[in-house]
DNA sequence: CCGCCATCCCTTTTT
DNA sequence: GGGATGGCGG
């Protein structure tokens, strides 16, 4: 069957011969020196250049990558050779797409903003499958589920197939499925053997039901946009040909971070024209846990035969002793392409390791460095501290309060996370689209009416049976005497409060509409009455949310946006110190960098390792070269002798990754707190092997150190793995009394103040009270 | 229907 | 230690 033709692109930009981008840009070839050209290296030349045939760029960290991008498009429409609506360019980020699209702005002119087909993949692959979504079992509006909207489906259909949802977590059947959607499988597709491993064998079964559950919600999953944009593909030829016709160019930004789903969704279309040009960085490929694969890179001149591959290793952002240790770091990972970083710029100053003696030292010392350089002029728009793992920034948050340190913690929870604006967002859905019963479900009883679960139930029983949506199950119910009055009657005022509401859409601005909708239904209300400490806030974000529908040209459109970009406004302009993770790093780059916690166990993360043995360590080596290339003039890493972890002090060794360093290029530093107790020596054991491999002696003797401290046979397999002892609890009977005086050896001397199991409150004579194992106390006196 | 308490888990996270 | 969640009792 042949789908329609699609209504061409709205948003295409003023036609050539109005003296639009394309006239001005060819006006700007005639000119020697095209603005898109000039000042790129004779690389970065070659790659906005290269425009026939599949290209692979190499760009490594803070090689111009999203220039060469930007202004390869702006050659493209330069070179008259497509239009922008010709163009695909996918990103995984709205961030990155918006920067992108400012910055082809800047190059070309506003009409770079108009380039319809640059996008997140996820955005991308919902416009393209709303063009032929009856061909794929929905319907063109269909509702995007979110991470929230999914699980709570998933539990309905282990609920239906009476299926413990104690045992068999919803959640726990999201992630795989959502595995097999990043791997392109559809549920016919899983093999058995892994279908198998959810709920005795019905795991397969379990995915299929939930497809099926989403075609008749009309809703499609993140992973669907992506999925069955890919079995459309597959199975329509004629569209395929058609969507392979339009794109003439194809640019993939961080292409290392492609699942495989995204990788054979684009793999389909490249065939046709074959103009696909990759830009990624395998170095940086941190994104293996949420089904990014590295391979694709590796994969990419296979697939496509002949082509260019240009590599980016000329650095415009690190002096020279950071990018050196950084160089040096990664070459320890295998299996990489294989690029060095080099800079004509100055070796500036080495990057610093500094051993402290535990997390509150390390926020302290921290803060401290950071008050000393912003008195020496250093915006704090340039610092940044980046961990591993996001309970780590709670100290940094804690210091910097005191210290009265202006901070911005980045990737905190999502605007569009919040419960009021999921519960506003819920009201609207419902408005626009009756059969949305996810969104039916979540404001039925909210604020509280009196319509509770058994209510509820009921309406359940009659929409599973006549098969029809909650709301119209509701409306049917309403006439019976199936509800009780009083239920009936709120349920009654509710449906039609939805009907009038609806009404309004066709009359109303949506955005005084959804103000109208939180009003009469009693939301806003509620929140008001909220005397606890959120409430106000939460208000706030719903006038926000108002505010920023006014810049939708309808209810529609702002839902789309909405379920696929919603991000929290960073209005402020005041200079802060950036407080984020690893991962959220990534892309960025700061004058000078923290990078705290690097310990084993920490960074890396045992999690990663247990799990993924040496893939995972070489994953987080690589979010170690991520932390140090953002850096361009200070890189600072730290590494505490004792963290509290799930609420146990424990003691912990430097991270192999400090090994990884290069001597030459890295300047050790001591906190003052570090020499405490005489252990400082233990650390300049280690330190003595700077520059070689973490099979180092000094490595081994850290090793030995912990092995001869901790007599228990749990804690001897390594550092870190003493899981099986926090368990123990009350039952375990400690060989310590209340009194007795003991030694430990991070902590020195002390007394027992607590005995719980396993885990022993202790006062130490210089390092005060911790709660601490047992293991790692010696009986003195 | 609400709120309190026990229990469980605890890396990274976009769309 | 702390937050989220779910069960149970008022």
């Not at 940094?396 to 913690?409: D, I, K």
């Not at 359940?460 to 119209?472: E, I, V, Y």
């Amino acid at each position: 069957m042949a789908a329609p033709p699609p209504h061409d692109d709205e948003v295409t930009p003023p036609a050539p011969h109005g003296g639009g981008i394309a006239a001005r840009a060819l006006a700007g070839m005639r000119r020697p020196g095209a603005p898109w050209l000039d000042g790129l290296n004779p690389e970065q030349r070659a790659a906005v250049e290269a425009l026939d045939g599949p290209v692979l760029v190499l760009a490594g960290a803070g090689t111009g990558k999203t220039r060469v991008l930007t202004a390869r498009i702006a050659h493209i429409l330069a070179s008259g050779r497509a239009r922008a609506h010709e163009i695909l360019a996918v990103t995984f980020t709205n961030k990155a797409a918006r920067e992108m699209k400012h910055r082809i702005a800047a190059l070309v002119g506003p009409a770079g903003e108009g380039m319809p087909w640059l996008g997140t993949f996820h955005s991308i692959g919902a416009k393209i499958l709303r063009r032929h979504a009856e061909l794929v079992g929905l319907k063109s509006d269909f509702t995007i589920l979110d991470t929230d909207d999914q699980i709570r489906l998933l539990k309905q259909i282990l609920q239906a197939e009476n299926i413990d949802d104690k045992r068999w977590p919803a959640r726990q059947l999201a992630i795989l499925i959502d595995g097999w959607k990043n791997r392109g499988l559809e549920p016919a597709r899983v093999g058995a053997g892994e279908a198998g491993a959810f709920a005795e064998g019905r795991g397969g079964a379990l995915y299929a039901a939930y497809q099926q559950r989403l075609k008749v919600l009309n809703a499609a999953d993140f992973g669907d946009l992506l999925l069955e944009g890919l079995r459309l593909f597959r199975e329509h030829d004629d569209v395929l040909a058609q969507w392979r016709g339009r794109f003439r160019y194809m640019l993939v930004d961080e292409y290392q971070d492609t699942n495989t789903a995204q990788y054979l969704w684009l793999r389909l279309l490249a065939q046709g024209q074959r103009n696909i040009c990759c830009v990624g960085d395998d170095d940086q490929a941190i994104y293996g846990w949420r089904g990014a694969d590295v391979d694709n890179i590796l994969r990419f001149e296979h697939d496509f035969p002949g082509a260019t591959v240009i590599r980016l290793e000329r650095n415009y952002r690190s002096t020279g002793h950071i990018l050196a240790a950084a160089a040096h770091l990664i070459a320890r990972n295998e299996g990489r392409l294989g690029k060095t970083l080099f800079t004509d710029g100055a070796m500036g100053d080495k990057p610093t390791v500094t051993g402290v003696w535990d997390s509150e030292e390390e926020a302290r010392v921290i803060g401290e460095d950071i008050e000393q350089r912003q008195r020496k002029g250093q915006s704090l728009d340039g610092v940044a501290i980046l961990v591993r793992a996001s309970f780590q920034m709670r100290e940094f948050e804690e210091r910097f309060l005191t210290l009265g340190l202006p901070y911005r913690v980045i990737g905190g929870p999502r605007f569009y996370e919040r419960a009021e604006i999921r519960d506003a967002l819920a009201y609207l859905r419902v408005v626009a689209q009756p059969a949305d019963d996810l969104a039916f479900e979540r404001i039925v009883n909210t604020p509280k009416r009196g319509l509770g679960d058994a209510t509820l139930q009921i309406i359940h029983d009659h929409a599973r049976a006549a098969s029809l949506p909650l709301t119209q199950a509701a409306r049917a119910l309403i006439e019976t005497e199936e509800l009780k009055p009083k239920p009936r009657q709120t349920l009654r005022d509710l449906l039609a409060q939805f009907s009038r509401w609806s009404a309004a859409i066709a009359t109303t601005p949506h955005h005084e509409l959804a103000e109208t909708i939180l009003e009469e239904s009693g939301y806003t209300d509620m929140w008001q009455k909220d005397r606890s400490a959120e409430a106000a806030g939460r208000l706030e974000n719903l006038k926000e949310l108002i505010r920023s529908m006014e810049e939708f040209p309808d209810l529609a459109g702002f839902l789309e946006h909405v379920s696929l970009v919603m991000e929290a406004e960073t209005g402020d302009q005041a200079e802060r110190v950036s407080i984020m993770t690893l991962h959220a790093a990534k892309g960025l780059e700061f004058d000078v960098v923290y990078l705290p916690g690097w310990e084993e166990g920490l960074f890396p993360h045992q999690r990663s390792l247990d799990e993924n043995g040496r893939a995972g360590l070489e994953e987080e080596r690589r979010l170690a070269y991520v932390g140090v290339t953002r850096a361009r003039r200070f890189a600072k890493l730290y590494f505490a002798t004792n963290r509290r972890i799930h609420g146990l002090w424990q003691t912990t060794i430097p991270s192999r990754f400090l090994d990884d360093l290069p001597a030459d290029h890295v300047e050790v530093v001591e906190a003052e707190g570090a020499r405490f107790g005489g252990y400082a020596a233990s650390r300049f054991d280690r330190m003595e092997s700077f520059g070689s491999s973490y099979d180092t002696p000094g490595w081994r003797r850290a090793q030995d150190r912990r092995a001869a401290a901790q007599p228990s046979p749990a804690a001897r397999r390594g550092p870190l793995t003493i899981e099986g002892e926090l368990v123990a609890k009350s039952s375990a009977v400690s060989g310590f009394r209340q009194g007795a005086r003991v030694f430990h050896l991070k902590f020195g001397p002390g007394t027992v103040a607590l005995v719980d199991g396993n885990k022993l409150t202790v006062d130490f004579d210089k390092a005060g009270r911790k709660m601490v194992l047992e293991s790692f106390l010696q009986k003195t006196g």
